[in-house]
């Protein structure tokens, strides 16, 4: 009851199911990868470091992410995204596009987002620091970072559970 379902701590972190504390750091598990710690190796033990996470570089399209190392990549139609599948079917896309007008991230959103209410859609900063706006049921969040917008969305592709929620928020938290 750590906020971090098993199949994350088993398949992913390497984290004790059993134990919302597994490095006995006293820094809880689901804190410490929301801030891109290892929960598997006491403080001060980087998230990237962790044999179950690598470090994305996607040069074309200006940015790197923390994902799950046996997670499968692929690159998106015209250069424009990358996907992240789990071998549960669910994907993570990240899609790229120029903030072209300047705009801030909520005029952006609530231009090229039709299906995403502005208004009670979550406002607040990555943890490097950057605008985002997280959707509702939190499987949809758009980051403006160096005049870009990247938009990540989790797919459940049919999957009737949400099991990696907390390595989507990863992902988000980790994005450079």
């Known amino acids: 009851s750590d906020g971090i379902t098993d199949v994350e701590e088993q398949q992913i972190y390497g984290s004790d199911i059993n134990n919302a504390d597994s490095d006995h750091d006293s820094f ?3 804190n410490e990868i929301l801030n891109l ?18 470090l994305y570089r996607n040069v074309d399209l200006g940015f790197d992410i ?7 990549v692929g690159e ?5 995204s990358a996907t992240f ?14 903030n072209m007008n300047d705009a801030t991230l909520q005029e952006w959103v609530a231009r090229n987002a039709t299906d995403i209410d502005v208004g009670t859609a979550d406002k607040v900063k990555t943890k490097q620091g950057y605008d985002e706006i997280v959707s509702v049921d939190r499987r949809t969040a758009f980051v ?32 450079t």
Do not use: C, H
């Not at 599948?85 to 120029?98: D, Q, R, Y």
């Open 28 to 30: 809880v598990d689901l």
């Open 37 to 54: 710690f290892d929960p598997a190796k006491p403080d001060p033990a980087m998230l990237v470091d962790n044999p179950g996470i690598t």
């Open 66 to 72: 923390y994902r799950p190392a046996k997670w499968t």
């Open 76 to 80: 998106g139609v015209e250069g424009s």
């Open 85 to 98: 599948t789990a071998a549960t079917g669910e994907i993570i896309f990240v899609v790229v596009k120029e």
């Open 144 to 175: 403006l970072a160096d005049g870009k917008v990247f938009t990540l969305n989790y797919d459940l592709f049919g999957q009737l559970q949400i099991r990696y929620r907390v390595t989507f928020a990863m992902m988000i938290n980790s994005l």
